[in-house]
Structures are given as structure tokens and as C-alpha cells.
């Protein structure tokens, strides 16, 4: 198993920036991909961000590329995404995502475990 805990969620203005932290733990060695998705109300989740464990590789949403970046600090097991320039519509729940076997998933269905979400939103 591999509990994952999101952080860093909050209120900002269009045009602002919001860095999420999402800390793995348990059996992480077992991970072979970290993902960021978001659900807005209403809405389907949907991917954000995706970044392979070994090597870092990412992969991004179209929605988000060039604003948002997805990295992530091995010693820490922890997952990060840089939120820049963020957008009124980018105002959602954010969830963290752990992949055991699919690297640059999309799909919701290819995650194995979830954090419990944390909520952004952008005011204009």
C-alpha cells in the first residue's frame, strides 16, 4: 500500500502562483509513476500532470503546458506541482495519483492509489 498526502492548497488571484506538495508513503519503491489530477464541480477528474519515477520524465495537459511544472525529490518521496500564471479555470480539487505500473498515465483508471485532495481556487 502507498498513502499519499496532499498540501498547499488555497486562494489565490488570477495571475498568481501555488506550489502542491503531495508526500508518499509505505511501499513507494513500488511506484512507477506520480500524477496530478483535478475535478472541478460538476466535472469529470481530469489529468493534469504526470512525471516517471526513475528518471523524471513528465508529461502535461495541454491546458496546463508551459504554466504548470511537475517534479519530484526522490530522498523525500515527495511530488510537487508548480502552479504559475494560475486561471479562474483552473479552480479545482487537486488530487495526487501513484501509479505501480503505467508510466505517462492519463487515465484515472491506470492509478493505483489517491490522496484525499486539497482546493484550489482562483479568483478573478
Known amino acids: 500500500q502507498v498513502q499519499l498526502v496532499e498540501s498547499g492548497g488555497g486562494l489565490v488571484q488570477a495571475g498568481g502562483s501555488l506550489r502542491l506538495s503531495c508526500a508518499a508513503s509505505?511501499?513507494?519503491?513500488?511506484?512507477?509513476?506520480m500524477g496530478w489530477f483535478r475535478q472541478a464541480p460538476g466535472k469529470e477528474r481530469d489529468f493534469v500532470a504526470t512525471?516517471?519515477?526513475?528518471?523524471?520524465?513528465?508529461y502535461y495537459a495541454d491546458s496546463v503546458k508551459g504554466r504548470f511544472t511537475i517534479s519530484r525529490d526522490i530522498a523525500k518521496n515527495t511530488v510537487y506541482l508548480q502552479m504559475n500564471s494560475l486561471k479562474p479555470e483552473d479552480t479545482a480539487v487537486y488530487y495526487c495519483a501513484a501509479s505501480r505500473s503505467v508510466a505517462f498515465a492519463t487515465k484515472v483508471s491506470s492509478y493505483d492509489y489517491w490522496g484525499q485532495g486539497t482546493q484550489v481556487t482562483v479568483s478573478s
Open positions: 512525471i516517471k519515477w526513475s528518471g523524471g520524465y513528465t
Open positions: 509505505g511501499r513507494t519503491f513500488s511506484t512507477a509513476a
